[in-house]
């Protein structure tokens, strides 16, 4: 293990863990077999270690894109053995991912989104406005599509789109324009380089206010070349689907597009459907789930001064309790 890697797992602190095995504790049932556990998001594995250790006779399947993060993970759940099965796979490959173990269904699972420390904190990894690195932004280093050959390739009106929508960037066409001008004259592949280039692209007062006013198009950049939402959109009904009843889901998100998709499939699902007109609900009309939290839950104020990325944390968490028909 190099230097790096024993500062990543000693600096880690998983976001909102003791309300997350609060949540998820009541799905740990035996039921003729042993109780399964998926971390669609495996990261550095705190969440994973947390719900092995409180639940002897569980079994973890854990997905990750990053091999890096598949790589630490494995060390830190050495422990529990033949207990813990890691998959190099996106969390919307989890049917496909299910199918192959012959795993019929998952009592509990998580997902905490977005980007994680340790890619935050490893500069050359690209993420961070905060390091001169190259313009990477992969989290599955073996994909091909790089936030450089975003900047560098795609037509202008695309690239103020991607801003405009992932990173809720209001000056959007003005950064756009500007990547485009700077390209021109040489390819843009630096974090730094990019990061000056918005700065200045924006207005003088907006750039006094708001922290940096590279963190929207970092943001959507990133957003952009891991398919982050589409994939989301895809994996949040594989995952519910893969829920047997009285299974339990968490859903950590980081900010308000993922969010918004999360609050949205489960609003679906906890509301009753049958139509207006009839006097008496149908039972196949009830709600197959139900929520486990008033909105989204916030993390506590002592968290966030500890741990400062818990900060714009959203959970939301569900429990399946009718069968699809």
Do not use: C
Request: no cysteine; hydrophobic share 40%; aromatic share 4%.
């Amino acid at each position: 293990m190099t230097v790096g890697d024993h500062a990543a797992e000693a600096g880690h602190v998983p976001v909102m863990l003791d309300r997350v095995l609060e949540l998820l504790a009541p799905a740990v049932r035996v039921t003729g077999r042993a109780p399964v556990y998926l971390d669609g998001t495996l990261g550095m594995g705190g969440h994973a270690e947390a719900m092995l250790a409180a639940h002897p006779e569980l079994r973890l399947i854990g997905l990750d894109r990053d091999t890096t993060a598949l790589e630490r993970s494995a060390r830190r759940l050495a422990r529990f053995g033949d207990r813990v099965t890691l998959e190099h796979a996106v969390y919307d490959e989890l049917p496909a991912v299910l199918d192959r173990l012959g795993v019929p269904a998952v009592d509990a699972a998580l997902f905490d989104l977005g980007v994680s420390s340790p890619q935050l904190d490893e500069g050359e990894r690209g993420f961070a406005y905060s390091y001169d690195a190259p313009l990477d932004m992969r989290m599955d280093r073996t994909q091909r599509l790089t936030a450089a050959e975003v900047v560098n390739g795609y037509p202008p009106a695309e690239l103020a789109r991607i801003l405009r929508e992932y990173g809720e960037e209001r000056f959007a066409q003005r950064i756009a324009a500007a990547i485009v001008r700077e390209r021109e004259r040489a390819p843009l592949d630096s974090t730094a380089r990019l990061a000056d280039l918005v700065r200045t692209a924006i207005p003088a007062a907006t750039r006094r206010t708001g922290g940096n006013p590279a963190k929207r198009t970092f943001q959507a950049l990133r957003i952009e070349v891991n398919g982050e939402l589409e994939i989301w959109r895809r994996a949040l009904p594989a995952a519910l689907d893969a829920l047997p009843v009285g299974g339990r889901i968490v859903v950590l998100s980081y900010h308000s597009l993922e969010d918004r998709i999360t609050k949205q499939a489960l609003a679906a699902l906890t509301a009753d459907t049958t139509p207006p007109e009839l006097p008496v609900p149908l039972p196949e009309h009830q709600p197959r789930f139900r929520l486990l939290t008033r909105g989204a839950e916030l993390p506590s104020g002592a968290e966030t001064e500890t741990n400062p990325r818990a900060g714009s944390v959203r959970l939301r968490a569900a429990e399946r309790v009718r069968e699809a028909r």
